[in-house]
């Protein structure tokens, strides 16, 4: 039976424990090239839809971006619709990353943790000169109508997307900050979809007016707790 004693990208080939055979080792790395293909496209997907748009883009131009040979696309995606999936997913991954470092941050104040949210999208979108917005919002006018999949997965993602703004105002109004009379879930699907809507007058614009707008309105009129007489 033949054995390999190198080593390759940290994996030792043909070690006594592992048993390999030639075989068996070229599956797996053969696995390993696949996944790093697939997630090849889905990162240079992100970028490709963000830009140019799910219906304005085929698949020529998304492998094109990414490097990789039209065949790689069919491989690992039944459909254009399944890659769009794939992208939405991966793009709300860094979102939450975003998310985690601000609006589940409870070493921060609840009001601040909301103003970190906002900062730092608007930061992310200053980089790209105030020209893409948010692909997730992107993607809800262009694909909903056509792809049914598509439309319950970004249900889905904005379901779990609105539920940290509603554990920061629960804390904002436990602690005064934030106005009692506010019912939380209902003012956390509010505050996303008026900011998506800031995004999208943004992109119309290319200035970041409508967002400035939107931060000066939410925290000192929306949300902040009237003053003691």
Request: aromatic share 8%; with cysteine; net charge negative.
């Amino acid at each position: 039976m033949k054995t390999f004693a190198t080593t390759t990208n940290g994996i030792e080939r043909g070690s006594a424990a592992a048993g390999l055979t030639a075989n068996t080792y070229e599956r797996i790395v053969s696995g390993m090239a696949r996944a790093s293909l697939k997630d090849q496209l889905i990162e240079s997907g992100v970028e490709t839809l963000h830009r140019g748009g799910y219906h304005h883009v085929g698949v020529r131009a998304i492998v094109a971006d990414a490097k990789v040979p039209q065949g790689s696309f069919t491989n690992h995606f039944a459909s254009k619709e399944a890659f769009g999936l794939e992208v939405v997913s991966r793009y709300f991954e860094s979102i939450l990353e975003v998310v985690d470092r601000t609006l589940l941050d409870e070493s921060r104040p609840p009001l601040d943790r909301l103003r970190a949210y906002f900062g730092t999208i608007s930061g992310l979108l200053a980089e790209r000169d105030w020209r893409h917005g948010c692909l997730i919002g992107n993607m809800s006018l262009e694909a909903t109508e056509q792809s049914e999949a598509i439309r319950e997965r970004l249900d889905a993602i904005f379901a779990e997307w609105t539920a940290p703004f509603a554990v920061a105002i629960r804390a904002g109004q436990a602690s005064g900050d934030i106005r009692a009379d506010l019912d939380p879930d209902e003012t956390a699907e509010f505050l996303l979809a008026a900011w998506q809507g800031a995004m999208l007058r943004m992109k119309v614009e290319r200035a970041p007016r409508a967002l400035e707008a939107f931060t000066r309105l939410v925290f000192t009129t929306v949300l902040v707790a009237p003053a003691e007489s």
